[in-house]
């Protein structure tokens, strides 16, 4: 037999499928060594064959299988070959995709973890060892005591030498048990709700449908209950189930109502995971221990078999488009495996993207709704604040009057409060009134952000600190202003103004470590009163029933970060936002400041109006040809030498020019230019951007231009980026 198989070097000359000899168990999917350019090297089996074209003399056999079952299933296999066509990845670039680092580099993972137990009962074991071994005596009376006991806890309690002895004379048996290392997770009953009419309808709906569903589900709908009813249905019909979150470590709250739902049948693949820890549940569905895999983006790759529900919650979110290489989008590999397994897949969200409705309206998706919030809780008013209006008012402080009376009612009636503020840190520039001199970056063209706390300045791009000025490097003055506020200012002022209310704050600053997001969130959950401050990341799914206010304030941000998405998740985010409050018996009430408070997106965001917003934003889309009417292609040039940087943008942008040429007004839009940030961790940054009717030839075209090697350059192809900077 001949073995296709793919090697294990991410190189450019390389990225072909090799042919060995197989050895005679050597089976699709396994991971083996060959012998490749003198070498002996990592390689994928991805098929099998009788007979070749190559000149047998020539072909080399495979060193060793790696593995007696392959750790590549089949639908995997298949599933790269569509990564590789359809995201123009390279065959060894997909195969990490579904074989994790930690299972493709190493089978040394499994901790081995012995237990000890007595072979005798006591008499006769006491009778073996006579009476001078103290504590020989003392340990089996122990495992006696106790049954079963942990070799290395038996060890620190009674002595290495004397639980040797006992294995070695055979009255203690020691047998190996793998360890699982399990993430840990609170448990809380998670009781079975009855389901409301809606989310009955949903479930009836979805349940074994070889179909794409749209759930559009309001803030607080019961959405999370549909999806563990149609997993548990899959689960009865023997199969499994994978469900996608944002990032599963914001979360915390679905992790435990899942765990506590389905128990030890769910295994939790996220970015905290410790590599061990990845291992183990990578293992523990690839041997079917568990049905249910909940995760990020990236659990998608699970090797899960015979799969009868996919989940995307909050669909809509940026995650689920992957930004490092090996570049995908999570819908598309959903997709593929929904229809593979002939299983339906849902797509949740309370703010579908623009994309996902539009295909919704087209009947490619089925569109499934939760109109109500669970018990006919009402939306929380979302009451419109003109900034404006305050300065004119004579207050000039970041909060509203309104902000501060409803913060204040909220506190007295011993509720808890949301603040909403998109930017951590202090200010988020420092600068000189006098000469108008600005902090910036040695190495990334951005302003320093303000974190008083360790009195620094920050670049956030690339992590660098710098001392906090005291005068002007420029002209010597103190008269330095402060940028617009961030999540450490608002607590700062929120501290004064509530002396006597825990305040929390959520960013990439407070949650490092493992269970950064969890401590913050189970403390604030259990305090009442008590003020919630953060970034985005306190949008996501949170379900805590004391929130009676949130204020935002301010969206804005997001609003002006000009591109063409960015009223789409303007709206998603307040709306996102707005969904924590009031979600149980608290009436919710929501305040948001704008310095444009007529702005459509507020408008339709306010009234709970997501038809109405898409009606106008996809018109908008068409007239402007943005997508899903065509799609976006930026090729990103970087380079420490800014003169390389363009010389290779030139040259890469004049083949642009040809296919512009070639495919005429099929192409709308072509331009090479800096990037909006012209330089990042020292490398200079220049773009060509496109915009053309979708076509899958032209983005080929594209790619295979921008594929070429360049020394000291690095070039990077994005089909329509969530952020191009
Ligand atoms: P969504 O994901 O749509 O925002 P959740 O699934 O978090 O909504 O549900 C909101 C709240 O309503 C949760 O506390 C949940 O436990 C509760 N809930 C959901 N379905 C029911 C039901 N059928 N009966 C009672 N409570 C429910
Ligand atoms: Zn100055
Ligand atoms: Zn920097």
Redesign the pocket.
């Known amino acids: 037999m001949y073995a296709k198989v793919v090697v294990d070097i991410s190189n450019d000359a390389v990225d072909r499928v090799f042919t060995y000899l197989a050895q005679d168990d050597t089976k699709i999917g396994m991971r083996v060594r060959v012998p490749f350019g003198g070498r002996n090297v990592l390689g994928y089996v991805i098929g099998l064959s009788k007979t070749t074209d190559y000149d047998t003399s020539k072909i080399k056999p495979i060193i060793k299988n790696l593995e007696s079952v392959p750790k590549i299933k089949r639908e995997m296999i298949d599933l790269c070959g569509f990564l590789c066509e359809h995201f123009f990845l390279r065959m060894a670039d997909c195969i990490k995709l579904v074989l994790p680092s930690c299972v493709r580099l190493d089978s040394e993972h499994e901790q081995i973890k012995y237990t000890l137990s007595l072979i005798y009962d006591l008499d006769t074991a006491i009778s073996k060892i006579g009476t001078r071994a103290k504590s020989q005596l003392g340990a089996v009376a122990f495992l006696n005591e106790n049954g079963e006991c942990d070799y290395t806890k038996m060890v620190e309690l009674f002595s290495r030498s004397a639980i040797n002895a006992l294995i070695d004379r055979g009255i203690v048996s020691k047998t190996p048990v793998r360890r699982m290392r399990a993430p840990s997770v609170d448990k809380q009953n998670?009781e079975k709700?009855?389901?409301?009419a809606y989310?009955q309808r949903a479930v009836d709906t979805i349940t074994n449908q070889d179909k794409t569903f749209l759930l559009k589900?309001?803030?607080?709908?019961?959405?999370?209950?549909?999806y563990m009813q149609i997993i548990e249905n899959a689960l009865k019909e023997g199969k499994s189930a994978i469900m996608l979150v944002p990032e599963i470590s914001l979360t915390p709250q679905m992790m435990q109502?899942f765990t506590s739902r389905f128990g030890d049948n769910v295994a939790v693949l996220h970015s905290g995971l410790s590599e061990g820890e990845r291992f183990d549940e990578w293992d523990k569905i690839f041997q079917k221990k568990a049905q249910v895999v909940l995760g990020a983006r990236s659990a998608i790759f699970a090797p899960v078999e015979n799969v009868g529900a996919i989940i995307i919650?909050e669909e809509h979110d940026g995650s689920y488009v992957s930004v490092t290489n090996p570049r995908f989008n999570t819908h598309d590999v959903a997709e593929f495996r929904a229809r593979y397994n002939h299983c339906p897949l849902v797509l949740?969200s309370?703010t579908p993207s623009i994309e996902s409705f539009k295909r919704a309206k087209e009947g490619r998706y089925t569109l499934v709704e939760?109109p109500e919030?669970?018990?006919n809780h009402e939306m929380p008013k979302i009451e419109i604040i003109d900034m404006l209006g305050e300065v004119l008012d004579g207050n000039t402080t970041p909060y509203s009057k309104k902000l501060i009376s409803k913060l204040n009612e909220c506190i007295e009636n011993k509720k808890q409060a949301i603040l909403f503020i998109n930017r951590r840190g202090f200010a988020s520039f420092v600068m000189c009134r006098e000469c108008g001199y600005r902090a910036k970056c040695d190495d990334c063209e951005v302003s320093l952000v303000y974190h008083k706390e360790d009195n620094q300045l920050k670049c956030h791009f690339c992590g660098k600190r710098y001392r906090m000025l005291t005068n002007c490097p420029n002209c010597n003055s103190t008269n330095i202003k402060y940028g617009a506020l961030g999540t450490e200012r608002v607590c700062n002022d929120l501290a004064e103004m509530f002396k006597d209310v825990p305040i929390f704050r959520m960013d990439n600053d407070t949650t490092r470590g493992k269970n950064g997001h969890k401590n913050i969130l189970s403390k604030f959950a259990s305090t009442t009163p008590s003020i919630l401050v953060g970034t985005q990341m306190i949008a996501k799914?949170h379900?805590y029933?004391n929130v009676a206010f949130v204020g935002i304030l301010d969206a804005d941000v997001s609003l002006y970060n000009s591109d063409y998405k960015s009223n789409e998740r303007t709206f998603q985010l307040v709306t996102q936002v707005a969904?924590r409050a009031g979600?149980?018996d608290s009436e919710g009430y929501v305040v948001l400041q704008t310095y444009a408070p007529k702005h459509y997106v507020y408008r339709f965001a306010s009234n709970y109006d997501y038809d109405g917003f898409y009606e106008k934003e996809i018109n908008l889309r068409q007239t402007t040809g943005f997508p899903p009417f065509s799609e976006i292609l930026r090729i990103l040039v970087s380079s420490e030498s800014d003169n390389r940087a363009k010389e290779v943008t030139k040259k890469i942008y004049d083949e642009a020019v040809k296919l512009k040429e070639k495919y005429g007004n099929n192409i709308i839009f072509l331009q090479a230019m800096a990037s909006p940030i012209k330089r990042i961790q020292t490398k200079y940054r220049y773009q060509i951007l496109t915009r053309y009717i979708p076509n899958d030839k032209i983005t080929k075209d594209f790619y295979s231009i921008a594929d070429i090697v360049e020394k000291d350059v690095s070039i990077f192809v994005e089909l329509n980026p969530d952020n191009l900077r």
């Open positions: 998670e709700k009855v389901l409301t989310q589900g309001v803030t607080g709908s019961g959405k999370t209950e549909v109502r919650d949740g309370a939760l919030r669970i018990n799914g379900d029933p969904g979600r149980a």
